[in-house]
């Protein structure tokens, strides 16, 4: 993962270098040197997109995700690690110790002071390991249910429903429907 634009700087000429390796090689070895630079592109790609704006949400499949996503939280909100620091009241190598180690040891306490000083909340579910979770768009309708039946749909990823009762979850282009299982 880029975390800053020196790295980006070196993830350029790396993917220059390794294009042109492609170029020089033919057949198997052609292909190993593609899927090198797609995967640096990705890389560059990414961490300019963030740079720019264009990605300001990131998803969090597991707790191991939490460290790149707090990193690409702080490149989206235009913060140096110095100034993240600053806001942590921290020095600024802890900021870099944390970010190069994946923040492997810090604190859950941690976590969530790095998190407030970004700006970022952590919304989401917690559930069992291969349990399927729905993903639809943020819309959503529900049919037949009134007020007193304490049925709740999340309209933001990553769209939980919540019922007193049993419900049938169907998913369309623009909503979740949910139908009492009467």
Known sequence: MIRNDRQLAIGRRKLSELQEAAKKATGQ?????LRLAQEVLCEVDEYEAIKRGQT????????DDIPA????????GQLTQAELAA???VSEQM????????????RLD???DVSD????????VFQPAGARVFAAPA?????GFSPSQNVHVNTAPPFAVVASTPVTVATQPSAIILKGNQ
């Not at 300001?56 to 707790?63: A, D, G, R």
């Not at 000083?117 to 989401?124: F, Q, R, T």
């Not at 819309?139 to 049919?143: A, D, E, R």
């Open 95 to 106: 900021v870099q110790k944390d970010e190069a180690g994946a923040y492997e040891t810090a």
């Open 87 to 89: 806001r942590l009241d």
């Open 56 to 63: 300001v949400s990131f998803e969090v499949k597991s707790l």
């Open 117 to 124: 000083a970004l700006g970022y909340e952590l919304v989401g």
């Open 29 to 33: 070895e052609q292909q190993v040197w």
């Open 139 to 143: 819309t959503s309708t529900v049919q």
């Open 69 to 76: 996503v707090l990193t690409k939280a702080r490149i989206a």
């Open 110 to 112: 941690r976590l969530a």
